[in-house]
């Protein structure tokens, strides 16, 4: 990344100035100074080369000139150019890289040479590959698809205990003589009609007919008991429709139009 002073430096100035662009110049810059600190190499190859790396799509040689001219490669002679002192204001990774990469050199191969013949490699082997597959008159078989997942059973399938809404439901169910009994036969029952899909609405309805009772009581007004949970859910008592007088809060009225027809079915 560019140093902040770069902005006032007569040679960002000047190649600026060529290139028309403070914002084009500093772009090209990063481009060709990323390849140098990705490499951890300096040298760029030919003015193809330098302006492919610092991906110019202008006129062929304008770039290579204006950045030799500012002084930002160097020519080195034999038709290569390398980027000017990249190792002197490159960040500290870089130096330690291109240390490495001069290790390497020493060794007569550098970075870019063993990615190449890695990259080589890899090609020559798909091409064999690829060459048999034709050769034999077939295509090569497509890698087999990952098994499916076993997907967790939600909803009306617990491993272990009872569903959320289930466990609402219970909690909110009168006592018949200061006790609930039948809890597993009536979670039996709640699971097979698929009652915790929609388990908000059975509550909300149970907790109306639960008001309507208590009202009706109050007034002298007879209404039948609760019976146990299991025969509440196992003959959806929830649909039963709430007769009240024309003065029953709306919550309680309103309840009757909870649940639409097709859970009424179910």
Not at 17 to 27: D, P
């Amino acid at each position: 990344m560019a140093r902040p002073s770069i902005f006032t430096h007569r040679k960002f100035r000047k190649l600026s100035r060529i290139l028309g662009s403070e914002a084009l110049a500093l772009g090209h810059l990063e481009m060709m100074w990323n390849v140098g600190y990705m490499d951890g190499d300096p040298r760029l190859g030919e003015s193809l080369d330098v302006e492919s790396s610092s991906r110019w799509s202008g006129t062929p040689g304008k770039l290579t000139k204006a950045l030799l001219d500012s002084g930002f490669i160097d020519d080195l002679q034999d038709g290569t150019y390398q980027i000017h002192e990249l190792y002197d204001h490159a960040p500290e990774y870089v130096r330690k890289r291109m240390d490495r990469e001069d290790k390497r050199r020493e060794r007569g191969l550098t970075l870019r040479e063993i990615r190449s013949a890695a990259g080589a490699k890899g090609a020559n082997s798909r091409w064999q590959v690829d060459g048999k597959a034709i050769a034999n008159g077939s295509t090569p078989a497509p890698a087999p698809a990952p098994a499916p997942k076993n997907k967790k059973r939600t909803s009306q399938h617990f491993a272990t205990g009872f569903g959320p809404g289930f466990l609402d439901f219970w909690k909110n169910y009168p006592d018949r003589n200061g006790k609930k009994v039948g809890k597993a036969a009536a979670w039996k029952h709640w699971k097979a009609l698929g009652c915790e899909d929609h388990a908000g609405k059975i509550v909300i309805r149970l907790l109306a007919q639960i008001a309507h009772k208590s009202r009706c009581d109050r007034d002298g007004v007879f209404c039948a008991e609760f019976p146990d949970p299991e025969r509440w859910i196992k003959h959806k008592r929830w649909t039963d429709e709430i007769f009240q007088p024309a003065d029953t809060a709306p919550a309680i009225r309103d309840s009757n139009r909870l649940l639409t027809e097709e859970e009424r079915s179910r």
